[in-house]
């Protein structure tokens, strides 16, 4: 039998997002301040948190929409949108700027034909900025699906990203 209060409908989700949803507000009823471990719950489980939950989220929590979209808003690593398969962070903290960090970042956007969002042209690959990952004696470093990976040049960079599953996109040919 269900219980705690009555959710608003999630019509624009699927419907096994709703449940992981639900079940989640469900396991935090008695939670105090629970907002957080919510959010973090839900992207645990789905990889980022829908904006069709929104609603369900604040009136579990007795919060306005407002105060969950400002929560969600202020943690950039909460995704709105569903990841890519693959997530690609590279480093552009001081040492590694120092390092060409910069440059290969730039470098992977380029490659991999990245949106304004970071979103590869293939739609395999998120390429995100990231501040450290504790390797700056080994700079320029990058995670490439939760590993590290050290002293990265370019052509490094490109064996990594060729060597994922999915395919990607040849560099353009120069004329
Ligand atoms: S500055 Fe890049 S790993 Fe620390």
Same mark, same amino acid.
Do not use: K, W
């Given at each position: 039998?269900?219980?705690?209060?009555?959710?608003?409908?999630?019509?624009?989700?699927?419907?096994?997002?709703?449940?992981?949803?639900?079940?989640?507000?469900?396991?935090?009823? @008695?939670?105090?301040?629970?907002? *957080?471990?919510?959010?973090?719950?839900?992207?645990? /489980?789905? %990889?980022? $948190?829908?904006?069709? +939950?929104?609603?369900?989220?604040?009136?579990?929590?007795?919060?306005?929409?407002?105060?969950?979209?400002?929560?969600?808003?202020?943690?950039?690593?909460?995704?709105?949108?569903?990841?890519?398969?693959?997530?690609?962070?590279?480093?552009?903290?001081?040492?590694?700027?120092?390092?060409?960090?910069?440059?290969?970042? @730039?470098?992977?956007?380029?490659? *991999?034909?990245?949106?304004?969002?970071?979103?590869? /042209?293939? %739609?395999? $690959?998120?390429?995100? +900025?990231?501040?450290?990952?504790?390797?700056?004696?080994?700079?320029?470093?990058?995670?490439?699906?939760?590993?590290?990976?050290?002293?990265?040049?370019?052509?490094?960079?490109?064996?990594?990203?060729?060597?994922?599953?999915?395919?990607?996109?040849?560099?353009?040919?120069?004329?």
């Amino acid at each position: 039998m269900e219980t705690g209060p009555r959710l608003p409908t999630m019509n624009d989700l699927p419907s096994t997002h709703e449940r992981a949803v639900r079940d989640v507000l469900a396991r935090h009823a @008695d939670t105090p301040g629970a907002l *957080l471990p919510v959010l973090h719950d839900i992207q645990d /489980a789905l %990889g980022f $948190v829908p904006p069709a +939950a929104l609603p369900a989220i604040a009136a579990a929590l007795d919060l306005s929409r407002a105060e969950v979209h400002g929560v969600l808003g202020y943690y950039p690593d909460f995704r709105s949108t569903p990841p890519a398969p693959h997530r690609l962070r590279v480093c552009r903290a001081e040492a590694c700027r120092a390092m060409g960090g910069q440059a290969l970042l @730039d470098h992977a956007r380029q490659r *991999l034909g990245c949106d304004n969002a970071g979103r590869s /042209a293939n %739609g395999a $690959v998120d390429v995100e +900025a990231v501040y450290c990952l504790g390797l700056c004696a080994c700079s320029p470093a990058l995670m490439l699906d939760g590993q590290l990976h050290a002293r990265v040049d370019a052509p490094r960079l490109d064996a990594l990203v060729d060597g994922l599953h999915d395919p990607l996109p040849e560099p353009e040919a120069h004329a």
